[in-house]
């Protein structure tokens, strides 16, 4: 029977505290660049939209729309809402209304920041869990958009990866509120409450 130091224990826990560290630092890159992505995405959206709409105003110059534009916005639009989400939780960014916040004793602000946190995560998995079902069922009964005759099934595993990506940032979130691991990186909030 071999014995266990107490530096054994000691250098385990430093262990995994580093490897929680590392895993932390690496949800928030991974979200960060995510909203990245998301912002490129919706800047595609845009000047799609401008290209159809200038399109449309030069009909009579042999012009037109993009063919399936709304079909294309529609897509890329959900992607991006799904890549910016996980960041933004992560972040503290969505919007609050904090009227009587202040006036509430501390314990009860932590335990009322705890359970919407805990909420946030049980409707985003609620949320990936239905967009799983969706996806295979357009894939199964293969229907495609109106005018691109794209399969519809495509933009909803294409949100699929940002969408389980935030199932992991938003329990992140939740093991930070507990205090079970630290953050990363301070967070600044410099808005985003009304």
């Avoid at 399969?151 to 969408?163: H, L, N, R, T």
Wanted: charged share 15%.
């Amino acid at each position: 029977m071999g014995t266990y130091k107490s530096t054994d224990v000691a250098t385990q826990g430093v262990a995994a505290t580093r490897s929680l560290d590392v895993m932390g630092r690496s949800i928030y890159f991974v979200t960060r660049r995510l909203a990245w992505f998301g912002g490129f995405v919706l800047a595609v959206m845009a000047l799609l939209s401008v290209v159809s709409i200038a399109g449309r105003a030069m009909s009579g110059f042999g012009l037109g729309p993009v063919p399936g534009d709304f079909e294309l916005v529609e897509a890329g639009t959900a992607l991006a809402v799904f890549c910016f989400l996980p960041w933004c939780h992560l972040r503290q960014g969505h919007a609050t209304v904090d009227l009587f916040w202040n006036s509430y004793p501390e314990g009860m602000r932590r335990v009322l920041e705890i359970v919407s946190d805990v909420l946030m995560l049980v409707l985003w998995v609620l949320l990936v869990w239905r967009m799983g079902v969706a996806t295979h069922d357009y894939f199964g009964n293969g229907e495609t958009t109106f005018i691109l005759q794209v399969p519809v099934w495509w933009g909803y595993a294409a949100s699929m990866v940002p969408a389980v990506l935030g199932c992991v940032a938003y329990a992140w979130r939740v093991f930070e509120r507990l205090g079970w691991v630290s953050r990363p990186e301070p967070i600044v909030n410099t808005g985003g409450t009304h």
